[in-house]
């Protein structure tokens, strides 16, 4: 079966940080630009950050800008997103997803093809 496989959420403190994966199964993330997105109960998704494949270039939301880090292992054929200084706010599950393009549209984007079945970042002291 192909899908996206989200792993690394936990339970942390206010402040901590939190390193998120993001890995194929039943295919490969080569030629693909992988994004980040999040929902919190009640809230609408969120875009967060995405990473293009071919130039690596990476692109994030506002809210995230400056404590949230996305890359990629090509060898290892995983992207992650690394999140420190985390707030109550960043309380969410967290998805990856890919639309076939090898270029992000923009970091707020949400609305992917392909997804995982996402990850439980609780942010809590």
């Known amino acids: 079966q192909v899908q996206l496989v989200e792993s690394g959420g936990d339970l942390v403190q206010p402040g901590g940080s939190l390193r998120l994966s993001c890995a194929p199964s039943?295919?490969?993330?080569?030629?693909?630009?992988i994004g980040w997105f999040r929902q919190a109960p009640g809230k609408e998704r969120e875009g967060v950050a995405c990473i293009n494949y071919n130039d690596g270039q990476a692109f994030y939301a506002d809210s995230v800008k400056g404590r949230f880090t996305v890359s990629r292992d090509n060898a290892k054929d995983t992207v992650y997103l690394q999140m420190n200084s985390l707030k109550f706010e960043d309380s969410a599950v967290y998805y990856c997803?890919?639309?076939?393009?090898?270029?992000?549209?923009?970091?707020?984007?949400?609305?992917?093809?392909?997804r995982g079945q996402g990850t439980q970042v609780t942010v809590s002291s």
């Open positions: 039943g295919f490969s993330l080569s030629g693909y630009a």
């Open positions: 997803g890919h639309d076939g393009s090898p270029r992000c549209y923009n970091p707020n984007y949400y609305l992917y093809t392909y």
